[in-house]
């Protein structure tokens, strides 16, 4: 057995060790944060009759008020456990204090709050009808859970976007399989504790670590008694699990990649505009989906708009959260390697480099981590692969603009459709272009505000369904229509 701390599964109410293990590596110097253990198909599958137990069991009989007091528990115990989680977090992924202190966690909790509160407001609907006899039935529209629900989330905000799922999923009634990324497997292990003490039911909240291609997550969707999938992470893993789900027509909701456009017109505010594409390009070190990789200027604004996020960029505090970085590192070596690779490509494609473009150099054991320097370029094509594919790191490239048609033209012009940013200070202008853009969210004069209550999610690459209040809960329900004829 290994001496490091060790991350186990949680099946069936239990904390599982199997017999292979995994590093998870801190990308701030490339230490070891913890062994995680991996699970096989036969703990996939334990976990699968472990949620279809509890379904048949004390969880499927559960009423929506007892299920959602639980949930308020979950999040109260999360609540209580702040600052663990808070360090898990962060020696996952190395990111600024600030964003898990007042992000990443309190959502994680919030979630919970929030489809606890929203499924007791959700009513079934009933319609009277006519018939021949003259006597009339009555359709009443019963929600279902779906079942036994996979949930595969990513390692870009690990807590929030696991439980952004997990939460609505329970509160619908449904037995959850969770896999986080294999980059960032603690704050998962910390909410299955949770989940243990606050006596969550067995077989309801499973987890299991491990990889995609034949480890965990690929078990998890072909699993043949799994009912359906939610997944959030890169485009091509999607269609990758699309495949292996197809076989059964397994229901699916995707949060996929994006490429998305900032627009900023003469008329914005000039120093909102400047401060809020700072915010969309290098927050969280550029690993957000939502994050503006691509940034249209109208020409008489350009190069004073390209000078002042130079300077703002190079003014960007990059290190360790404890000493009060404003950005920390990349996730990995591994994905340092893919961003720095794109940097290449954006200087053999012609780029400008207004700035960044290279790692820093601390002189201390920071050199181990996977840090790497906010990066602004102009200068490239609209057809160039730097400006069409999906980076995911504090990177943009600032493009002219003349005309609003043209604009609208060039920023829809893209594979994905996830969000868009756009800056003026014409509310008719503003509210005329958002209309028109081809993605599931449009910012104007802001960017990654987000009223839980509504529709989250893409269209083309970047998704398929969408998540947020009541749309969040008709994934996870199957709704049964039933004719009682009078
Ligand atoms: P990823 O697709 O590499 O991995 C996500 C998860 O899928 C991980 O848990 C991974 O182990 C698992 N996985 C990988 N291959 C699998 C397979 N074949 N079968 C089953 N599971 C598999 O994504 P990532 O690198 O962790 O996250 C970054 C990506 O996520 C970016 O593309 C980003 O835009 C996207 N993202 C989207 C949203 C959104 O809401 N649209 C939010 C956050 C991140």
Redesign the pocket.
Same mark, same amino acid.
């Given at each position: 057995m290994p001496s490091s701390k060790i991350l186990k599964n949680y099946v069936a109410g239990r904390f599982v060790d199997t017999e292979n293990y995994f590093d998870d590596i801190s990308p701030i110097d490339g230490s070891l944060v913890a062994l995680v253990s991996e699970a096989d198909d036969k703990l996939v599958d334990e976990a699968v009759s472990a949620a279809k137990e509890a379904l048949n069991g004390e969880w499927g009989l559960m009423s929506v008020d007892a299920r959602a007091a639980k949930l308020h528990e979950v999040a109260d115990e999360i609540a209580a456990r702040f600052d663990d989680f808070v360090a898990a977090e962060i020696a996952d992924t190395g990111k600024a204090y600030a964003q898990v202190k007042n992000i990443d966690i309190p959502r994680g909790a919030a979630n919970f709050r929030f489809f606890a509160d929203l499924v007791l407001e959700q009513s079934e609907a009933s319609f009277e009808m006519e018939t021949l006899d003259g006597r009339g039935a009555t359709n009443k529209i019963v929600n279902k859970p779906m079942g036994v629900v996979s949930v595969?989330? @990513?390692? #870009?905000?690990p807590l929030l976007?696991m439980t952004w799922k997990v939460a609505p999923a329970l509160a619908a009634g449904n037995a959850v399989i969770v896999? @986080?990324?294999? *980059?960032t497997p603690s704050t998962a292990t910390l909410l299955a504790e949770v989940m243990d003490s606050v006596g969550m039911p067995k077989g309801v909240f499973n987890l299991v670590h =491990?990889? =995609? @291609?034949g480890?965990? =997550? *690929?078990f998890?969707?072909a699993h043949p008694n799994v009912d359906a999938i939610t997944? +959030? =992470? *890169?485009?091509? +893993?999607?269609t990758?699990?699309m495949k #292996?789900a197809a076989d059964k027509l397994k229901p699916v909701s995707?949060?996929?990649? /994006?490429k998305n456009a900032a627009i900023i017109f003469a008329d914005a505010d000039f120093e909102k505009a400047v401060a809020g594409t700072i915010r969309s390009a290098f927050s969280n070190c550029g690993?957000?989906?939502?994050c503006s990789e691509r940034v249209y200027v109208e020409r008489p604004i350009f190069d004073k708009f390209v000078a002042a996020l130079k300077e703002s960029a190079e003014n960007i505090k990059i290190g360790r959260p404890e000493e009060g970085a404003d950005m920390g590192p990349l996730?990995s070596r591994r994905?340092r390697e893919k961003v720095l690779s794109y940097f290449s490509l954006a200087i053999e494609e012609g780029a400008t480099l207004v700035t960044g473009g290279s790692t820093p150099d601390f002189g201390d054991d920071r050199d181990n981590g996977a840090f790497i320097k906010p990066t602004i370029w102009t200068g490239l094509n609209d057809d160039a692969r730097c400006v069409n594919e999906?980076i995911?790191g504090p990177v943009c490239h600032v493009f002219p603009f003349d005309q609003e048609d043209e604009v609208v033209n060039r920023a829809n012009e893209s594979d994905y459709g996830?969000a868009a940013a756009i800056w003026t200070t014409d509310m008719e202008k503003a509210e005329r272009i958002a209309r028109q853009m081809e993605v599931g969210i449009c910012w104007v004069n802001d960017w990654f505000l987000r009223d839980l209550r509504t529709p989250?999610? /893409?269209v083309k690459l970047? /998704?398929i369904g969408r998540?947020g209040g009541i749309h969040s809960l008709e994934f996870y329900s199957e709704p049964l229509t039933i004719c009682l004829k009078h």
């Amino acid at each position: 057995m290994p001496s490091s701390k060790i991350l186990k599964n949680y099946v069936a109410g239990r904390f599982v060790d199997t017999e292979n293990y995994f590093d998870d590596i801190s990308p701030i110097d490339g230490s070891l944060v913890a062994l995680v253990s991996e699970a096989d198909d036969k703990l996939v599958d334990e976990a699968v009759s472990a949620a279809k137990e509890a379904l048949n069991g004390e969880w499927g009989l559960m009423s929506v008020d007892a299920r959602a007091a639980k949930l308020h528990e979950v999040a109260d115990e999360i609540a209580a456990r702040f600052d663990d989680f808070v360090a898990a977090e962060i020696a996952d992924t190395g990111k600024a204090y600030a964003q898990v202190k007042n992000i990443d966690i309190p959502r994680g909790a919030a979630n919970f709050r929030f489809f606890a509160d929203l499924v007791l407001e959700q009513s079934e609907a009933s319609f009277e009808m006519e018939t021949l006899d003259g006597r009339g039935a009555t359709n009443k529209i019963v929600n279902k859970p779906m079942g036994v629900v996979s949930v595969i989330s @990513p390692w #870009n905000l690990p807590l929030l976007l696991m439980t952004w799922k997990v939460a609505p999923a329970l509160a619908a009634g449904n037995a959850v399989i969770v896999k @986080p990324s294999e *980059e960032t497997p603690s704050t998962a292990t910390l909410l299955a504790e949770v989940m243990d003490s606050v006596g969550m039911p067995k077989g309801v909240f499973n987890l299991v670590h =491990g990889f =995609g @291609p034949g480890s965990a =997550g *690929e078990f998890m969707v072909a699993h043949p008694n799994v009912d359906a999938i939610t997944f +959030t =992470g *890169e485009s091509k +893993t999607g269609t990758a699990i699309m495949k #292996n789900a197809a076989d059964k027509l397994k229901p699916v909701s995707f949060e996929l990649g /994006g490429k998305n456009a900032a627009i900023i017109f003469a008329d914005a505010d000039f120093e909102k505009a400047v401060a809020g594409t700072i915010r969309s390009a290098f927050s969280n070190c550029g690993q957000v989906c939502l994050c503006s990789e691509r940034v249209y200027v109208e020409r008489p604004i350009f190069d004073k708009f390209v000078a002042a996020l130079k300077e703002s960029a190079e003014n960007i505090k990059i290190g360790r959260p404890e000493e009060g970085a404003d950005m920390g590192p990349l996730i990995s070596r591994r994905h340092r390697e893919k961003v720095l690779s794109y940097f290449s490509l954006a200087i053999e494609e012609g780029a400008t480099l207004v700035t960044g473009g290279s790692t820093p150099d601390f002189g201390d054991d920071r050199d181990n981590g996977a840090f790497i320097k906010p990066t602004i370029w102009t200068g490239l094509n609209d057809d160039a692969r730097c400006v069409n594919e999906e980076i995911f790191g504090p990177v943009c490239h600032v493009f002219p603009f003349d005309q609003e048609d043209e604009v609208v033209n060039r920023a829809n012009e893209s594979d994905y459709g996830l969000a868009a940013a756009i800056w003026t200070t014409d509310m008719e202008k503003a509210e005329r272009i958002a209309r028109q853009m081809e993605v599931g969210i449009c910012w104007v004069n802001d960017w990654f505000l987000r009223d839980l209550r509504t529709p989250f999610g /893409g269209v083309k690459l970047s /998704g398929i369904g969408r998540e947020g209040g009541i749309h969040s809960l008709e994934f996870y329900s199957e709704p049964l229509t039933i004719c009682l004829k009078h």
